[in-house]
């Protein structure tokens, strides 16, 4: 790897003179591979070394191939980065009552803070998971889907479309759109993008994206502010203006010395730096930020606004007692036809929400009606509300990856209409058996192409 000369001057800077070497050592030793565990459905022997900052983390001693495991499609664990799982421990640190908490991700995807934040609310309080590129939005849209929570919607917004929700949520996390200068060992390519002028234009960016979000972060909420790099202009430069232009407080966290984690202090401004020859995981920046003035407050709900979103009928509501199994979810249904599960006491904010961003999922995606009959979609099969009282048949590790190729030809059960099909008890699809054959109702875009190693 040949780094940009401009780079490793700016490194020489800002690290000491025996960091320097083991820095560029590192950053041509492969990557470490770690995984988060679902808190639920994760139904295994777990990994030895766990991620000192995130009780759900895991490193793994080699990097299997995960579109082989059907565990990874049931959404029993999430292949994240083991630095960025730091976002756990600053939650912990956070002071508030999960049922009330409202939380935007703003530049969510793929979905690894977010499902993150979803396992540790734990189905309280609500998320709100934005991408504003439209195809990334649809990859968080499957990441998400997998957790099965029926509290997180997804959105396809700009960061200024927030600006609209004053005074909304308590925790805004920024994971800023950066120059991936901590991403340079695990993706080279980021290395032909960088250029002190591309820092500067993220700095810009940077600066953009939370000037627009800032007015939805509700008073004393707290905003966290990420990136994968390790510069000052678009780390501690950023924190240092977004403090004084917007009256915030720099929050400073508590860790663990053993866990080599660099604490950068400027008048009162703190930011925490991941370097990879420190510990083991990628570079990382992170911040937290406090809002304590007082603002007018604003409530949007009480304006009228057409609603998109309709209750289902009473006959359909009863139906869907068979498919779901908490008695505190509500249905509602898009002009599509599509039936949402969301938590009931998040009815009337979804409602609400949606009038102002765009929403593509909604808690589950839990079917369709047509007429009074029902057809599952692959959402239910993968939430955590689905029924208990569903007919479900566990598959071995070869039917389940024959499932995911849709090649999967027949299940030996008597069994017959829809089957919950299921990898380590959790959910994998949804089959039909008619006898001699089955109806593989996987989605054609999460077949996975891969030929099997015995292939």
């Known amino acids: 790897m040949i780094l940009p000369t401009a780079f490793t001057d700016n490194m020489r800077q800002t690290l000491s003179v025996t960091d320097y070497p083991d820095f560029i050592h590192a950053l041509s030793l492969p990557a470490p591979t770690s995984i988060r565990i679902h808190p639920v459905k994760y139904n295994n022997e777990h990994p030895e070394k766990k991620v000192d900052w995130c009780h759900l983390g895991y490193y793994l001693t080699k990097r299997p191939k995960f579109t082989l495991d059907p565990a990874f499609h049931t959404g029993s664990y999430y292949v994240q980065e083991a630095s960025s799982m730091f976002l756990c421990h600053v939650l912990k640190q956070i002071t508030f009552r999960k049922e009330t908490l409202r939380i935007l991700d703003l530049c969510a995807a793929p979905g690894g803070k977010s499902t993150l934040i979803a396992s540790w609310l734990n189905n309280d309080g609500l998320l709100v998971s934005n991408e504003v590129i439209k195809n990334r939005a649809y990859t968080l849209k499957y990441n998400i889907l997998k957790e099965g929570y029926s509290n997180v919607l ?49 700095s810009s960016r940077q600066k953009k994206i939370l000037a627009d979000v800032l007015p939805a972060l509700k008073d004393e909420g707290h905003i966290i502010y990420a990136t994968c790099t390790y510069n000052d202009a678009e780390n501690i430069d950023n924190i240092e203006w977004c403090t004084k232009t917007f009256d915030l407080i720099s929050v400073p966290i508590e860790t663990d010395p053993s866990w080599h984690i660099i604490e950068i202090q400027r008048k009162n401004k703190y930011g925490y730096q991941f370097y990879p020859h420190k510990l083991d995981g990628e570079g990382f920046f992170i911040s937290l930020m406090h809002k304590n003035k007082e603002s007018k407050s604003t409530d949007h709900r009480n304006k009228s606004y057409v609603n998109s979103l309709q209750h289902l009928s009473k006959k359909q509501e009863t139906g869907m007692k068979h498919w779901v199994s908490s008695e505190q979810i509500t249905f509602l249904t898009d002009k599509m036809g599509t039936v949402h599960a969301i938590n009931s006491d998040l009815k009337d904010e979804v409602q609400w929400l949606n009038h102002y961003l765009r929403l593509i999922y909604c808690g589950t995606s839990a079917g369709v009606f047509n007429k009074d009959i029902f057809k599952p979609d692959h ?62 109702y996987l989605p054609a875009e999460h077949r996975i192409l891969m030929k099997l190693e015995e292939e």
């Open 154 to 202: 997804v959105t396809n917004n700009d960061p200024a479309d927030f600006g609209k929700l004053e005074n909304y949520f308590d925790i805004i996390l920024v994971d800023a759109p950066c120059s991936g200068e901590g991403m340079f060992r695990k993706d080279p390519d980021a290395v032909s993008h960088w250029s002190p002028e591309n820092v500067e234009k993220c």
């Open 379 to 440: 959402s239910l099969a993968l939430s955590l509300i689905s029924s208990k009282d569903l007919i479900s048949f566990e598959l071995s590790e070869k039917d389940a990856l024959l499932f995911l190729k849709k090649e999967l030809q027949y299940v030996d059960t008597p069994q017959t209409s829809w089957i919950r099909v299921t990898y380590q008890g959790a959910g994998l699809g949804w089959i039909k058996n008619l006898g001699n054959r089955i109806n593989n």
